[in-house]
């Protein structure tokens, strides 16, 4: 005599045979695990943290040496020239193409928001800074290469 299977049974063996078949093609296509158990993706995050912070320290240098000779501003004054003279600073010196990954936040290409946010600080007519028209120029050129052609 045959022993059926109730219909609980077969559902339940249907779906850890999915799920086996299913957990085989995800292992057939994902990528080797990284020999020091951490993905590339996130190493590259890393590296770009990293390198980000270190691109602040030196605008912030830059910043202070150009502040230092101000003496007759107040404290509200000289905190706003400073944010106009780091954003200037930090646009010169980080590459282009991690300027634009800046721009794109979490993947979504739209940068409009962001360039408009720095260029009303960077802006040469809005800062008296003399490299702000290459920074503005920089800014500018990066965000019209993430812009679609239509």
């Not at 951490?38 to 943290?49: G, H, L, M, R």
């Not at 605008?59 to 509200?76: I, M």
Request: positive net charge; aromatic residues 8%; contains cysteine.
């Amino acid at each position: 005599m045959k022993i059926r299977k109730s219909r609980k049974t077969k559902r339940i063996t249907r779906w850890i045979y999915k799920n086996k078949l299913f957990e085989e093609a995800r292992n057939r296509h994902s990528p080797p695990p990284h020999p020091l158990g951490v993905s590339a993706n996130s190493n590259f995050i890393n590296q770009q943290t990293l390198f980000l912070k270190q691109v602040d320290e030196l605008a912030n240098r830059h910043t202070d040496n150009a502040l230092s000779s101000l003496c007759d501003v107040s404290p509200a004054e000289k905190a706003i020239i400073r944010e106009k003279y780091f954003e200037v600073y930090r646009i010169i010196i980080i590459p282009s193409e991690l300027l634009r990954i800046q721009l794109t936040k979490n993947g979504e290409v739209c940068p409009l928001k962001e360039f408009r946010r720095l260029a009303m600080i960077v802006h040469p007519d809005k800062n008296n800074h003399p490299n702000s028209k290459v920074a503005f120029q920089k800014l500018y050129n990066v965000t019209k290469t993430l812009q679609p052609k239509s």
